[in-house]
Each structure stands twice: as structure tokens, then as C-alpha cells.
């Protein structure tokens, strides 16, 4: 359902992209740049929050920890963050016009996912299935984000934010001492218990380096002016506002 959301407010940068790309392209990249970096510090916490939560949402849905159910999870989370990441040079390739890397994207993952499918999951049963599924994913949704940073002479390293590097890190930790965690103390310590003294403090850690990133007041203006208010004429302002918001960046920065 995020990637739903997150997807669908990507869209109506195309319209905008494609009046840009007639008039004034070099404004383009500012646009994208400020995209990705708003959905990176959107979409990282989220997902990493679901790969945190897995064993308890195992508990509350099936009833007990269910160890196949965390790893397809977690895998599928993975997968799934690659793609939604995918979605501002998805659809600056859609404003452009240039759609050869949209479709060799598409067909990546679905080869792939044919090919390694069939094959992992003989060798391996379900588990093959889904590693293969998140591999393809992955790989045909990289495909789209690397190639629009090579073609637009856009350095890679901008795939992973500066001001959001520290969430990075902070996310990553989280995922690999949860992780280990669970493995040491999951038979010793009740699992909702257990999820919690991993998440509370997580989450704590999370929120200050969510509150003291540069766009914290924009998210924050955009959920109460929107979201609160209903007005759906706003509902489009976080992303059409893109450009003064990679400039905001740029300025809390510096």
C-alpha cells in the first residue's frame, strides 16, 4: 500500500518534467534529484520498520514465529524498497519521452524471474522462488535508476543521499542487531516482548535523525495542510514543489 502511494504521487511529475523537457531541461535533473531524495527519506524507514516488525507481525497473523514467513519478509521488503526507488527516474524517463530503459527494466525482471525461478526453485523449493523474484526485481529496477544517472551524467553516489546518509546507517543497524537479536534471545524472551525492546528503541533513534533532516518541515507541512485538511487540490504539492525543495536541501546543508 506505500508503494502504491508513493508510486501513484510520482506520477504527476510527468507532466511537468515533459513541459521542462521543451523549455528548460536543465531545470530536469534539480526536479529528480529532489524526488529521489524525498522518497529515500520516505520509503528507507518504512520498509526497514516492516523487515524490524516481521517476527512480531508473524505472531499476531499466524499466531506464532513462523521463521519461513520472517525470511520471505524480508526478502520481499528488500525487493520491493529496490523498485519503489526505482519510481522519479521511471518517471523522468516518462516526461522525456525516452522509455528504452522503462522497458528493458521491465524486461529484466520478467526474464529473470522466468529463468532463475524455474531453476532456484527446483533446487531450492519456495525459498528459490522468492529469492529468485527479489533478485529480478532488484536487478530490473537498478537498471532504471542506474542508467538515467549515467545518461544524465549524475554521479551514482547520489543514489544514496548525503542528508540522509545517517538514516541510512541508522536503518541498516537497526535490521542487522534485530536481526541478531532474535537469533540469540527469540527462544528465551516472549516474541512481542522481544520486538518491542528492539523497535521502541529503534524507532527513538530513527525520529532524531528523521526531525533533524532538511525535509522534515516540508513532510511535516505537507501531512498537516493535506492530509489533515483533505484539501485534494494540495495533494500534489509535495511533488510539484520538488525543485525549492532540493534547494532547501542544498542550503541546510551548506
Not at 192 to 214: C, E
Request: charged content about 10%.
Amino acid at each position: 500500500q506505500f508503494r502504491g502511494l508513493i508510486v501513484s504521487a510520482n506520477q504527476v511529475l510527468v507532466p511537468p518534467i515533459a513541459a521542462l523537457h521543451e523549455k528548460t531541461p536543465e531545470k530536469i535533473q534539480p526536479v529528480y534529484l529532489g524526488s529521489y531524495q524525498l522518497l529515500f527519506y520516505l520509503a528507507f524507514p518504512v520498509y526497514s520498520s516492516v523487515i524490524i516488525c516481521t517476527p512480531a507481525i508473524s505472531r499476531l497473523w499466524i499466531g506464532h514465529y513462523e521463521n519461513t514467513f520472517v525470511i520471505f519478509g524480508f526478502l520481499l521488503a528488500i525487493g520491493w524498497l529496490m523498485n519503489t526507488l526505482a519510481a522519479p527516474a521511471f518517471f523522468a524517463n516518462l516526461g522525456i519521452g525516452k522509455l528504452r530503459w522503462n522497458v528493458i527494466g521491465h524486461i529484466t525482471i520478467a526474464v529473470l524471474n522466468a529463468g532463475l525461478g524455474f531453476v532456484s526453485g527446483k533446487l531450492f523449493g519456495g525459498l528459490g522462488v522468492v529469492i529468485a523474484w527479489v533478485i529480478s526485481l532488484a536487478a530490473g529496477s537498478s537498471i532504471v535508476y542506474i542508467s538515467y544517472h549515467i545518461e544524465h551524467k549524475i554521479p551514482v553516489i547520489e543514489l544514496l543521499p548525503k542528508a540522509s546518509r545517517k538514516i541510512f546507517i541508522a536503518c541498516l543497524s537497526g535490521i542487522i542487531l534485530s536481526a541478531f537479536i532474535h537469533k540469540q534471545y527469540s527462544q528465551l524472551v516472549n516474541i512481542m516482548q522481544l520486538n518491542a525492546m528492539i523497535f521502541i528503541p529503534f524507532a527513538i533513534v530513527l525520529s532524531v535523525f528523521l526531525w533533524i533532516h532538511p525535509l522534515r518541515n516540508r513532510v511535516i507541512g505537507w501531512i498537516t495542510n493535506d492530509l489533515l485538511n483533505m484539501e485534494i487540490r494540495h495533494s500534489k504539492s509535495l511533488w510539484t514543489n520538488i525543485p525549492s525543495i532540493a534547494s532547501k536541501c542544498k542550503e541546510e546543508q551548506k
